[in-house]
Structures are given as C-alpha cells and as structure tokens.
C-alpha cells in the first residue's frame, strides 16, 4: 500500500518570499511522484511530476521539487512567491509497474500575504 | 481545445433521492476516475474506469455506480443520496492504454453536491 503525507495544512508566506510544502510517501515498490495545483473554484492541475533520472525536476512557474528517496520525501520549493500562488497544493503518487491508482496528501494551503 | 466537463456544478438534493452527476471529456482518452474532496482527507478515488465497459471500486464505492458505455462520459449515480455523501466531486481522466502510473491526470472543475 502507498500513502502521502502533508503535515502542513496551511502555510502563510509574505509576497517574494521563499516557500517549501512538505511531502512524505511510503510505498514497497518504486514510486512517481506529482504535485497538482488547485486555484479557488477550480479542479486540480498537473504543476510537476517525477518520473526517473534527475531528482530535481521544475514547472514552468518556478517552482521545483527533489526526489529524495533515502527520506521518501518530494518536498516542494520556489524562491520568491508571487500572490498568484495562492491555491492550495497536493502531493500524489503512484505505484510504477501496476494500474493507476493515484493515492492523494490532504493538500497544503499555501497563503501568500502582500 | 480538449476539455473535461462536469454537470451541474451545484446541487441540492434530499436524503434518499438518487443523483447523477455527469462527467464528459473530449480528450478522448481511455481512462476517466471520479473524486470526492473532503476537508481532511483531500481527494479519495471512488470509482474509475480504463475503458468501455470497464469500472473498478475505488476505496470509497460504497453507495455510489458508474457506468462506461462510450469513450467520453463516466456519469456518478448515488443511488439513495446520504448526508455524508456531502462533498465536492471531481472526475478526471488520462490517457495511456491500461491505466498508466506515470500519467498526468486532467480534472474537471468540479460538482458541489449538498444532501439536506
């Protein structure tokens, strides 16, 4: 069985200020890893994901987040926050080599204050 | 462009009344999986489908079908509607043949649901 945890609920950053959301899985079998976005009023979208190869991987808005497989965490980062970071934010995972089953965190809101 | 759809996004109902929520992609992909999204428990898998005629029970099926009898529509039916059935559900859907572990999954916007 695969789980995520997120033990950060809520996060309240200052507006360019530097951000890390937590995110610990445990799974017997190799893993991929994802975090979605989910902006106000909105479904869930793909922010970045980790396959295989390098453990660094980043999104387009500058975030990044390391694959760390000794401490089974994926945490997630960005240097400067804008406002428009404000959503709430979910680690999942995945199983390789079976169905899909994505098994989701309980999200991390993450508040941005001007 | 592609698109995942759900209808309505808003409804109020009563116990014991069933509802179907609809879900309907035009990615054309094979695989579509219905949500729900609690307050602390972020989102749980309650059925999902990798093809036509195929569903599966996700962990928390109980008290709700789904049916796959094209490519593009995974409708939710709860059969007697409950009060803890109150949530916010998504469908989704992704593309590889089988299910892929590494795929993105593309969400709809969501469906409100209240049992009174």
């Known amino acids: 069985a695969q789980s995520v945890t997120q033990l950060d609920s809520q996060v309240p950053v200052f507006e360019e200020a530097p951000v890390e959301l937590r995110c610990n899985y445990s799974s017997s079998v190799s893993v991929y890893l994802f975090w979605y976005v989910q902006y106000p009023n909105q479904g869930l979208q793909l922010l970045l994901k980790?396959?295989?190869?390098?453990?660094l991987v980043e999104s387009i808005n500058g975030f990044e987040a390391e694959f760390n497989k000794s401490q089974t965490s994926f945490h997630l980062r960005k240097p400067s926050v804008h406002i428009s970071d404000t959503a709430e934010y979910f680690c999942?995972?995945?199983?390789?080599?079976?169905?899909?089953?994505?098994?989701f965190g309980t999200g991390t809101k993450l508040q941005v204050i001007p | 462009d592609a698109e995942i759809t759900q209808s309505p996004r808003h409804k109020i109902t009563e116990t014991g009344r069933q509802v179907t929520l609809a879900c309907h992609q035009t990615?054309?992909?094979?695989?579509m999986f219905w949500y729900r999204q609690d307050l602390g428990h972020g989102l749980r898998l309650i059925h999902y489908?990798?093809?036509?005629?195929?569903?599966n029970k996700g962990e928390v099926s109980d008290g709700y079908s789904v049916s796959r009898s094209n490519t593009e529509d995974l409708p939710l039916t709860l059969e007697s509607a409950a009060s803890s059935q109150t949530s916010v559900y998504f469908c989704?859907?992704?593309?590889?043949?089988?299910?892929?572990?590494?795929?993105?999954?593309?969400f709809g916007p969501g469906t409100r649901l209240t049992v009174l």
């Open positions: 990615w054309n992909h094979n695989n």
């Open positions: 999942a995972v995945t199983s390789s080599g079976g169905y899909q089953k994505v098994t």
């Open positions: 989704a859907s992704s593309e590889s043949s089988a299910g892929g572990p590494a795929d993105t999954q593309y």
């Open positions: 980790y396959l295989s190869g390098s453990t």
């Open positions: 489908s990798y093809g036509v005629q195929d569903t």
